[in-house]
């Protein structure tokens, strides 16, 4: 009925084009297995877990989308949510503008999810998606740091660099994803940002950039990026220690 107000309706925009060269050589690092499924899907099912989020656009490498549908139509993912498969751009920036691109009009919080972040919980999800709701522009998931932090002059691989400084770590927070936004304020900022080289690797600090606030809410430890063997070998881990637990 016209008097009611607009459903909220929050989208998940998940970059997958890239290739993953640190993972060594072989299928792009979103495809990689994961507990025998490609770690795309586990991060698509870590989106769809939501029941915020009704939408999940992959980003596809721009010669892969075919790929990729086929990838998304051979897996079990959640009925009540919606997937689309566009392809993406030279880097992650153009990527995610094209995701942008493809969402609906009635879409108003964007969620911008690493494909290498298969594990996420939904309970992680949820909190940047009700962040967003209670009225903040961009909101993202982080971490205290584990380890003390130093700022150095970047010297010759290999060779001892010289420390230029100790920033206090209780200042400080590692940040994951999905990074959350108020749609306007997100399309803002790749508007208002050139692709530069390899172009903003986090659509957060884009936001920074035009002077709105960004938001912390607290991660979780399962949401790590899976970027080296060891990360892969963590992530099976866990992966097998859930499925022991909860059937999963």
Do not use: C, W
Not at 76 to 94: H, K, S
Not at 159 to 181: C, H, K, N, S
């Amino acid at each position: 009925m016209s008097d009611q107000p607009r459903p909220y309706r929050a989208a998940a925009v998940i970059p997958a084009a890239g290739r993953g060269v640190r993972l060594g050589p072989g299928a792009p690092k979103a495809l990689r297995a994961l507990g025998g499924t490609p770690m795309l899907i586990h991060a698509v099912r870590a989106m769809a877990a939501s029941r915020s989020v009704t939408l999940v656009v992959v980003v596809a490498p721009p010669d892969g989308a075919p790929e990729v549908k086929n990838l998304l139509d051979a897996h079990a993912l959640p009925e009540r949510t919606d997937y689309l498969v566009v392809p993406g751009g030279e880097t992650r920036q153009e990527s995610v503008r094209l995701g942008l691109d493809a969402l609906p009009e009635e879409v108003s919080v964007v969620l911008v999810h690493d494909a290498a972040r298969p594990l996420v919980p939904v309970d992680t999800v949820d909190a940047v998606v009700e962040a967003v709701r209670d009225g903040a522009p961009a909101v993202v998931p982080a971490l205290p740091l584990a380890d003390t932090v130093k700022e150095v002059e970047p010297g010759a691989p290999g060779e001892p660099e010289p420390v230029l400084g100790t920033p206090p770590r209780a200042r400080l927070r590692a940040v994951q994803t999905p990074q959350g936004f108020d749609r306007d304020t997100l399309v803002r900022a790749h508007q208002a940002v050139a692709v530069e080289g390899e172009g903003a690797t986090d659509d957060a600090g884009m936001v920074e950039r035009l002077g709105e606030p960004v938001v912390v809410v607290p991660g979780h430890e399962e949401a790590f990026k899976v970027t080296r063997p060891l990360d892969l070998v963590l992530a099976e881990a866990v992966l097998a220690r859930r499925r022991a637990n909860d059937g999963f």
